[in-house]
C-alpha cells in the first residue's frame, strides 16, 4: 500500500472518530478527533514543501494550515455555546482566507488568469446565498460574511476548472486542484444546511460533509507532490 493510501486511511478513520464523537455530542473529544485528522494534512503539506520548496508549495501549505485553523474555530463553536457567533465568524474568515492562499498559487504559480473565475465566482455566490430562502436555509445576520465566503470558495473551484479545462483534462495537477475546489463547493452547501437549514440533520449528512471535505483536502496535499 503506498505512503498516500496509507494517509488517506489513517485520515478516513480519524474522520469517522470525529463524526461518531460529534453525532453522541461529545463536542471537545469530537474536536480533538477533527483537529488530528486536519493536523494531518499540515504535516504532509510540510513534508511536501520541503520536499519541493517552491512558492506553489509554500502558498498551499498556508492555505491547509488556515484551514485547520478553521476547524478548531468551528469546533469551538459547539464546545463553547456562549461565544457560538464569535467562533462561527472566526471559522469562515480562516476558511476564507485559506482559499485566497489557493487561488493565489494557481495565480502566481500556474498562471490562471483570474478575472474571469472571480466574477463567476460573485454571481454564484449571491445567486446561492440569496436564494438561500428558497431551499429553507436562512443565513441571517450571517448572511454578508457568506456571500465574501462564497466568492473565495467559487474561485477556487473556478480556476481550477479553467486551469484543467485549458490543460484539456490533461494535467494531473489541475485536475486534482479542480476536483479538490468542486469537493470543498459540495461540502460547504451540505455544511449550509448543517448550520443554517431548518430541517434536522443526522448522521449521514454529517458524514457526508466532512467526506468531502477531507477528500478535497487530500486532493490539495496531492497536487502539492506534483509540483514541478
Known amino acids: ?38 493536523m494531518g494534512f499540515v504535516l504532509s503539506g510540510i513534508m511536501a514543501t520541503y520536499e519541493k520548496p517552491y512558492l506553489f508549495s509554500l502558498l498551499m501549505l498556508t492555505g491547509l494550515i488556515f484551514g485547520l485553523l478553521g476547524d478548531i474555530w468551528l469546533g469551538l463553536k459547539w464546545s463553547y455555546t456562549h461565544d457560538d457567533d464569535t467562533y462561527l465568524y472566526a471559522g469562515f474568515i480562516a476558511f476564507l482566507i485559506g482559499h485566497v492562499f489557493y487561488c493565489t498559487a494557481m495565480v502566481v504559480e500556474l498562471g490562471i488568469a483570474p478575472v474571469l473565475p472571480i466574477i ?5 455566490s449571491f445567486a446561492v446565498v440569496f436564494s438561500g430562502d428558497r431551499l429553507q436555509i436562512h443565513y441571517g445576520k450571517f448572511r454578508p460574511i457568506s456571500v465574501l465566503y462564497g466568492i473565495a470558495l467559487f474561485s477556487t473551484m473556478f480556476m481550477g476548472l479553467f486551469g484543467a479545462g485549458a490543460a484539456q483534462l ?36 454529517l458524514w457526508l460533509n466532512h467526506f468531502t471535505y477531507y477528500a478535497a483536502q487530500l486532493l490539495m496535499v496531492s497536487a502539492i507532490y506534483m509540483s514541478i
Not at 463567476?120 to 454564484?124: E, N, V
Not at 486534482?176 to 448522521?203: A, E, N, P, W
Request: cysteine-free; aromatic content about 12%; hydrophobic content about 55%.
Open 1 to 38: 500500500m503506498s505512503e498516500e493510501r496509507i494517509f488517506a486511511l489513517i485520515v478516513f478513520i480519524l474522520m469517522n472518530g470525529f463524526v461518531v464523537q460529534r453525532n453522541r455530542r461529545k463536542m471537545v473529544s469530537s474536536l480533538l478527533w477533527k483537529a488530528s485528522a486536519s
Open 170 to 205: 490533461q494535467d494531473p495537477q489541475m485536475n486534482r486542484l479542480f476536483l479538490g475546489g468542486l469537493l470543498f463547493l459540495v461540502s460547504d452547501l451540505l455544511l449550509s444546511h448543517i448550520y443554517f437549514g431548518r430541517h434536522k440533520t443526522g448522521f449521514g449528512m
Open 120 to 124: 463567476l465566482a460573485i454571481i454564484a
